[in-house]
């Protein structure tokens, strides 16, 4: 199993594997890390954005605290900046 999650400037990476195939998981992550947009065209990446859009729009419409972090971020950062951005 592998897998990730995302923030406004963070992605952490989890994996669960049988240790015979630890060697394998560090090859990819190797990979990932050293070239993490290797193989991603247009259409991938706007499939992923669409992902991540939609995510964030789950967490914030499911609280009150997401929608606040939007409004806080908002008020404190220029449109131009990442985090004044709308998710």
């Known amino acids: 199993h592998v897998n990730a999650t995302t923030e406004a400037d963070v992605t952490t990476y989890h994996a669960f594997v049988p240790a015979e195939r630890l060697p394998d998981l560090l090859a990819l992550y190797e990979k990932l890390l050293a070239d993490p947009l290797d193989g991603v065209d247009e259409r991938l990446a706007a499939i992923e954005r669409s992902v991540l859009l939609r995510e964030n729009s789950v967490r914030d419409e499911s609280g009150q605290a997401g929608e ?17 951005r709308p998710r």
């Not at 606040?68 to 004044?84: C, D, I, K, R, T």
């Open 68 to 84: 606040l972090w939007g409004l806080v971020n908002e008020a404190m950062f220029s449109p131009q900046h990442p985090y004044g």
